[in-house]
Structure formats: structure tokens, C-alpha cells
């Protein structure tokens, strides 16, 4: 059984910095694909990032430029390096694990989620 678990999130000004990690078990999958997704208190869940296997990634046009998808394989570790966060990017961050598709860039196809870490940006 998959699981996964986020750390990382909390408060901080906008135009600052934030490291997300989730450490994945349990996983047997040859190929896959792991992102980040995000939900706000008025939003639907909406992808971020993805990473697959052959270590192709992919972003959101909104965070494009500002945050770094990463994983390391001996940690068996996603990671997500936010950098310039701002406002609009405050939301519950979730990792999931899936198999990978394209649509307007590479992202993750999933039931498996984490059980979510909180990112808050002030103004």
C-alpha cells in the first residue's frame, strides 16, 4: 500500500521561500509519476508540478519560473522548492503518485495522496 507523507509548509512573507518534501513507501511502480497539487479554502485541487521516472518534469504556467521539482531516489524523496512565493500561492499542498499523462504540460494521474501540508503567504 502507497503512502505518502508531506512536510515542509508554514507562514511566510511573500517573496520568500519554502522547501516542501514527501517521503513515499510502499511504492512498486517501474514507471510512474509523482507532482504536487494544491487546495485553497475556495478552490478546486489544481496540479503544480510533476516529476516523472525518466526524471521529465512539468509546472503550472503559474508557478513556472518560481518553483523546482526534484527527487531523490536514494531518499525516495519528492521535493518542491518554492522560491518569490506569493499570496495567491497560500493553499494545502498535497504529493501524489500515479501514472503520467500530458495535457497542457506532464502531470499526474492518481488515487494516491498524501495527507497534505499547509503553505501560507502574507502580504
Known amino acids: 500500500q502507497v503512502q505518502l507523507v508531506e512536510s515542509g509548509g508554514g507562514s511566510v512573507q511573500a517573496g520568500g521561500s519554502l522547501r516542501l518534501s514527501c517521503v513515499a513507501s510502499?511504492?512498486?511502480?517501474?514507471?510512474?509519476?509523482m507532482g504536487w497539487f494544491r487546495q485553497g479554502p475556495r478552490n478546486e485541487r489544481e496540479g503544480v508540478a510533476t516529476f516523472a521516472s525518466d526524471g521529465t518534469t512539468g509546472y503550472a504556467d503559474s508557478v513556472k519560473g518560481r518553483f523546482t521539482i526534484s527527487h531523490d531516489n536514494a531518499r525516495n524523496t519528492l521535493y518542491l522548492l518554492m522560491n518569490s512565493l506569493k499570496p495567491e500561492d497560500s493553499a494545502m499542498y498535497y504529493c501524489a503518485i500515479g501514472s503520467c499523462y500530458y495535457s497542457d504540460y506532464l502531470r499526474v494521474a492518481t488515487n494516491d495522496w498524501g495527507q497534505g501540508t499547509q503553505v501560507t503567504v502574507s502580504s
Open positions: 510502499g511504492t512498486t511502480y517501474s514507471r510512474y509519476c
